[in-house]
């Protein structure tokens, strides 16, 4: 090759960069709701050829879980979601929402299907987390069940290089709940609303959870969050999912109850539907912990969720074995759930194996890992 | 010109779309099992960087200009013979020998100890040299018969091709710029049309002798390799003489390389072989091809290395791993059969977002294959999607790690000269691996399907569809792969 062949090389591949730059800027723009559409057209194609999946299994096996959720609970409409009056049974499983195996589990080995399938979405640009988990959502929906989604707002997951106009991922935890008020993420939460109003069928929404809570979550107080901020980015998001028509979501707030002014973190009756709070015996695995009855846990918050006047849902239930007698636990739990607190009407068991969020060395939730528990369960099922 | 700037257009995008694709495939959130996704990136991204150095290969394809023969060089063809190689086929390559227009002196270097041989090369007006045992295939006798012979320029011609009478013209030329040690010519072939496994066989060959060698050519890394290359004898002598192995030719253009010589490519087709007919012989000749390739990459590659030019280091490499098929085609086959029976897989991706980001590069990959054959060296021929050849070659992935191992192993492969007519074979023993791999896959698609329609939970079935879909598909591509070598084997069963 001689010098001059390389000088035009490189001038021409000059200009293809600048070239390439443009169209690829201009490919976002033009073509960004054409790929939109393409690939909500694949996801729709995933779908169909579930349904023919599941229509072709039900040609040889007749039997339906949503029949076995239907005899368990008569009816799941929107109306008695607000206001239930039996008990709705349900579960997190460490799997979703990839894979139900877990849920599955625990539900043959307690003998009923459950309510309420509950699972967790981040904010932010990765696929999994980009829109509103419509094909998750649509499998709890057909199996019979009520999808909960814990949405929790990480914002520094959106990518930097597709949102120029945000703050550095860094930058953007500080005072994150003002800057939702503020409608900063406005182009994240009306995308996603307008997927759940697409989805139609009723949902619960744990927005945020535990706000009150300094050592957890970036939208902790310990980021400059206030209760303030708390609210209004509650209330603005809550408005955006109206104005999407997004009305068949349920919302459920839900603070840290060992914390202490989660009160001032209401929004007020008419923007909650549901007040819950996760009861979790981390027995001895924690110094700060020690051997906690569901009693001791919720007795002194109790009352002050009460005065809300909502329906009550534990979302995360659950102990661990290390430090006492889980089955005991889990008998006297329900027991008391039933008989001292009247409000509680929803309880979400913790069926995670390899819990990290808050210890080095994984946590088992599972109810599965003690066959004493299982039959305790199996028991307060009927 | 203008091709080269429609080429760089369409490499600018190819680059792009690869650029993308990996900085989405390269997400945390993607791996599932660690150890599948280091295997899975692995046969991609060694397929990906092959392309994009065959797409920078392709940038710098170049002819030499032409250069008419000097009258009064002193010229030897050397073409031999081993026990085994029929009789007729020198009657006729002998004959297009004596009929090459520039002034040579043919020799027979012969082994077979056959009186025939002798008085056939009499006859033809070739020297005969009885040259038996001695190592090597064709290296040894040409090292003798070099000591025997003064000729300044020395074609060592196979003896399955059939030079045309101007061989010499394009040639000769090249050698008025001392440094030129070796020219290679095109390798064509007259019996493509006879069977699949020689389409096959042919169509690997296309893009070779095309568009790669002449981008060879213009990076300075042009390989003697195949056939009917011309030595500079004083080249060879610098070196020790032609080189000794089952890849020998590649040998020779390392060590030539490495010493400072030139090489030139002409991609026109002055001669037209044979390849291998039957699955059994393109086996065989795979496995020695393979087994050669990797000694070069193991023992010469090393030792040459510091010498080589830029260009030719990464030549020598590609060239080196051409044979890795071998162990990326497991891989592939794994990957599916794993996550069906197991539900093990090596990356959490949307499937559409695969899709979306994996068919631009493939999209690009075809479009540049298909506009480099504009540089075939008899395009109206040999354009097309070389579908048999890219079967083939996959579908003969377990001789290619054969010959993987055996290398590592230092296990030596015979040589025997490549069948030159059409042998049949045991189906069931030229089939055995692909139709393994067949019917563990179909088994595998029975099985599943059983099981999501019987077994599985409802819940299990419904969320995974897309997954095992995918899986399936990839099983099936599979099954597709291993399609040409079953047909082939099947084509050359015992009646």
């Given amino acids: ?382 | 010109m203008k091709s080269r700037i429609v080429l760089g257009i369409l490499i600018f995008f190819g680059l792009q779309s690869v650029v993308l694709f990996a900085l989405w495939w390269f997400r945390a959130e993607h791996v599932s099992n660690r150890w599948l996704f280091a295997m899975l990136s692995a046969a991609v991204w060694y397929g990906i960087a092959r392309m994009l150095v065959g797409w920078y290969n392709f940038f710098h394809i170049e002819q030499p200009p032409e250069k008419r023969a000097p009258e009064g060089l002193s010229v030897a063809i050397f073409t031999t013979s081993s026990p085994g190689e029929p009789y007729e086929m020198f009657v006729e390559t002998l004959e297009a020998a004596r009929a090459i227009a520039y002034p040579h002196t043919t020799y027979l270097l012969d082994d077979t100890g056959d009186p025939r041989f002798a008085e056939l090369a009499r006859e033809k007006g070739a020297v005969h040299l009885e040259l038996i045992g001695l190592p090597g295939a064709k290296a040894g006798k040409i090292n003798a018969a070099l000591s025997r012979t003064r000729e300044e320029f020395i074609l060592v011609l196979d003896p399955d091709h059939i030079p045309f009478p101007e061989f010499f013209a394009p040639v000769l030329g090249h050698f008025d710029d001392p440094r030129v040690g070796f020219v290679q010519v095109a390798q064509a072939y007259y019996n493509q049309p006879r069977s699949f496994v020689a389409r096959a066989a042919a169509e690997q060959t296309y893009a070779f002798y095309g568009p790669i060698m002449q981008g060879m050519h213009g990076t300075g890394t042009a390989v003697a390799i195949g056939a009917n290359c011309t030595f500079r004898r004083s080249a060879l002598e610098s070196i020790g003489g032609h080189g000794l192995g089952l890849a020998e030719d590649l040998v020779t253009a390392i060590r030539l390389h490495a010493a400072g010589w030139k090489s030139i490519y002409v991609p026109k087709i002055v001669a037209r072989g044979l390849v291998p007919e039957d699955l059994g012989s393109f086996v065989k000749q795979q496995l020695k091809w393979s087994r050669g390739v990797y000694e070069v990459l193991f023992k010469e590659y090393p030792r040459a290395f510091r010498k080589l030019t830029l260009h030719q280091k990464l030549s020598y490499l590609m060239i080196g791993t051409y044979y890795l098929v071998g162990l990326t085609t497991p891989i592939y086959l794994l990957i599916p059969a794993l996550y069906l029976w197991t539900g093990v897989q090596p990356a959490a991706m949307f499937i559409s977002e695969y899709l979306a980001h994996a068919l631009p590069v493939g999209f690009f990959g075809v479009v540049i294959y298909r506009f480099a054959q504009r540089w075939l060296c008899d395009p109206a021929t040999e354009r097309g999607w070389h579908w048999r050849g890219m079967l083939l070659k996959v579908g003969c992935w377990n001789v290619y790690l054969k010959g993987l191992i055996l290398a590592l192993l230092g296990v030596a492969v015979p040589y025997i000269p490549t069948a030159k007519s059409r042998q049949a074979g045991n189906f069931w023993r030229l089939a055995a691996v692909p139709l393994t791999i067949t019917v563990g896959s179909l088994a595998t698609l029975a099985a599943v399907i059983i099981r999501r329609l019987y077994l599985m939970s409802e819940a299990e079935v419904r969320i995974t569809t897309e997954v095992a879909a995918g899986m399936i598909g990839f099983l099936m591509i599979n099954v597709v792969f291993m399609s040409g070598r079953i047909y082939a084997a099947w084509k050359d069963r015992e009646h």
């Fill in chain 1, 1 to 382: 090759m001689t010098r001059r062949r390389y000088q035009f090389a490189f001038f021409s591949l000059g200009w293809l960069l600048l070239i390439g730059f443009i169209v690829q800027r201009g490919f976002d723009g033009a073509f960004g709701t054409t790929f939109a559409a393409v690939r909500n057209s694949v996801a729709d194609f995933g779908q169909t050829l579930s349904d023919r999946e599941a229509d072709a299994r039900e040609h040889v096996q007749p039997h339906m879980r949503r029949e076995d959720v239907a005899r368990a609970y008569p009816s799941l409409s929107a109306a008695v979601l607000r206001n239930p009056s039996k008990m709705l049974y349900g579960a997190f499983d460490g799997a979703l929402p990839e894979s139900f195996a877990g849920i599955t589990a625990l539900e043959s080995r307690i003998g009923q299907p459950f309510a309420v399938i509950s699972f967790y979405q981040a904010w932010g640009d990765r696929p999994d987390e980009a829109d509103f988990p419509l094909r998750a959502a649509s499998t709890i929906d057909r199996l019979g069940s009520i999808p909960m989604i814990t949405w929790e707002p990480w914002v520094k997951d959106f990518d930097p290089a597709l949102r120029p106009n945000l703050p550095s991922p860094a930058e953007r935890e500080y005072a994150s709940l003002a800057a939702i008020a503020r409608g900063d993420y406005d182009f994240y939460v009306t995308r996603w609303a307008a997927s759940a109003a697409q989805y139609r069928k009723p949902l619960f929404l744990r927005f945020a959870h535990e706000m009150n809570d300094p050592y957890r979550y970036p939208w902790g107080p310990q980021n400059g969050n206030r209760p303030d901020d708390f609210i209004a980015a509650w209330k603005h998001v809550h408005l955006i999912f109206q104005k999407m028509n997004a009305t068949n979501v349920l919302w459920v707030w839900s603070p840290h109850i060992s914390m202490p002014w989660f009160e001032y973190y209401y929004p007020g009756d008419e923007w909650v539907d549901w007040i819950g709070t996760g009861v979790l015996n981390y027995g001895d695995t924690a110094p700060w912990s020690r051997w906690w009855t569901f009693h001791q846990i919720i007795e002194k918050a109790y009352p002050a969720l009460l005065k809300l006047h909502k329906p009550i849902m534990i979302t995360e239930f659950g102990s661990v074995t290390s430090g006492g007698d889980a089955a005991q636990w889990y008998e006297q739990a329900l027991r008391d759930a039933h008989e001292k607190y009247g409000a509680i009407r929803s309880i979400i068991f913790f069926n995670q194996a390899h819990d990290v969020t808050l210890s080095a060395t994984p946590l088992n939730w599972s109810p599965l890992q003690d066959a004493r528990t299982m039959s305790v369960l199996r028991l307060a099922g009927r």
